[in-house]
């Protein structure tokens, strides 16, 4: 188990506990907790930017890692700015990301930003930083299809355009015939063997979305071979383990047979934790907007959710791919991610979970979450309140058949 895992375990663990605390104080008579959905969602986005998103440069800063920048992070503050209908943030948040992270030989983005060893502010190279994230420059792009639909400026249309087309470009790689996203853009000219990817970074929806924009690609194979991919890698065994029925984090693929392997240790494991919670969200987001039966069968795969629901009435921070948990705490990462699945296929414990696990935290009273949440988890518990609550449209849906034509 990555040192992450741990300490994103460990910080989880503290912040439920407080929570807990929280919400008897906040339910008190005293205290009566009344709220819509559509308050928390709002003003929980104005403290996220009160709290992790620059006043001066408008980057977004993951304070528990440093006051890094990442891609990720961009991603998700332009996708929640879109979502909330915040065109300045928006605007600031893209601007940031397209002077301090694009990269120079492509339409893509550098991954890391932040403080080098000399003192300067720049793409930290030294780390891998000036590698592509192939799931940051989906969500950008598909964020910036969302802020033309919304906002009809033919400038976020014609910025999406070369991003897309370089995501095939740069980061999908035929595997054994068949067009794979890969993690980075490394993988792509890499002569190894086999090939890092990580399962939570497909995004079907977006590639049918894609697929109106760039017709020059087959962007509804890549969305197909995505699910085939998800349903293998959380069937197979990895690492002498049974499956749990839950997709990794991390896996290699060899390029030329398409035959699955774990990761050779470091940061990369075939846990079901950091990374893989946000893949039933993903999948989930396909599943309402386009009602892809592929979509609603992968879903249906990872009832081990609710067994462990049923059993415990709480999910683990972790899971090993044969499902023993990691560690003893809970995480509210994890019940954002996952939210997804049981909303789709068991209605009853999304309630319980949205209500005893999810709202706790929210204070009504300084419209933020209380006691404070990292970066992580301030976005994927945004994420998950939102698709609870029907938030998360698919802003194009709205638009012609011909609105995308060049």
Request: zero cysteines; aromatic letters at 12%; proline letters at 5%.
């Amino acid at each position: 188990m990555s040192l992450k895992v741990i300490s994103y375990a460990l910080i989880g663990a503290i912040v439920l506990i407080l929570g807990v605390a929280t919400y008897r104080y906040a339910t008190s008579p005293a205290r009566p907790l009344i709220f819509s959905p559509t308050q928390v969602l709002s003003s929980s986005w104005a403290m996220y930017k009160k709290l992790y998103v620059d006043p001066d440069t408008q980057r977004t800063i993951d304070r528990q890692r440093g006051g890094i920048t990442t891609s990720e992070g961009q991603s998700y503050t332009m996708l929640r700015a879109v979502w909330q209908g915040d065109q300045p943030a928006f605007d600031a948040s893209w601007q940031w990301t397209r002077e301090r992270l694009a990269r120079k030989d492509d339409h893509l983005f550098s991954w890391l930003w932040g403080e080098r060893e000399d003192g300067t502010f720049g793409v930290l190279s030294e780390q891998g930083g000036h590698n592509s994230a192939s799931d940051a420059d989906t969500d950008i792009a598909l964020a910036l299809v969302f802020a033309y639909a919304r906002w009809q400026d033919p400038a976020y249309l014609e910025a999406a355009r070369p991003i897309i087309r370089d995501i095939w470009d740069k980061e999908v790689v035929l595997v054994a015939g068949k067009p794979v996203l890969a993690a980075n853009s490394v993988e792509k000219t890499a002569s190894s063997t086999f090939m890092v990817v990580n399962p939570s970074y497909l995004h079907p929806a977006a590639y049918h979305i894609f697929a109106s924009i760039d017709t020059g690609h087959p962007w509804e194979t890549l969305r197909s071979h995505a699910y085939a991919l998800l349903r293998e890698s959380a069937e197979l065994a990895l690492e002498g383990k049974e499956s749990a029925g839950l997709p990794p984090d991390w896996v290699l693929i060899n390029r030329s047979t398409g035959e699955m392997m774990a990761p050779a240790g470091g940061d990369q494991d075939t846990s079901f934790g950091y990374d893989a919670l946000r893949v039933p969200f993903r999948i989930a987001l396909d599943a309402a907007w386009f009602r892809n039966p592929d979509a609603t069968a992968l879903l249906k795969k990872f009832s081990f959710l609710s067994s462990e629901w049923e059993q415990d009435r709480k999910l683990a921070a972790s899971y090993a791919h044969d499902g023993a948990p990691e560690v003893p705490s809970e995480s509210l990462a994890m019940y954002g991610g996952t939210l997804g699945y049981f909303l789709a296929n068991d209605p009853e414990a999304a309630v319980h979970i949205y209500n005893e696990k999810m709202l706790p935290f929210y204070d009504a009273y300084t419209g933020g979450w209380s006691p404070q949440l990292s970066y992580y988890d301030d976005n994927w518990m945004w994420f998950g309140i939102a698709l609870y609550n029907g938030q998360l449209r698919d802003l194009t849906a709205h638009l012609p058949s011909t609105a995308f034509i060049e």
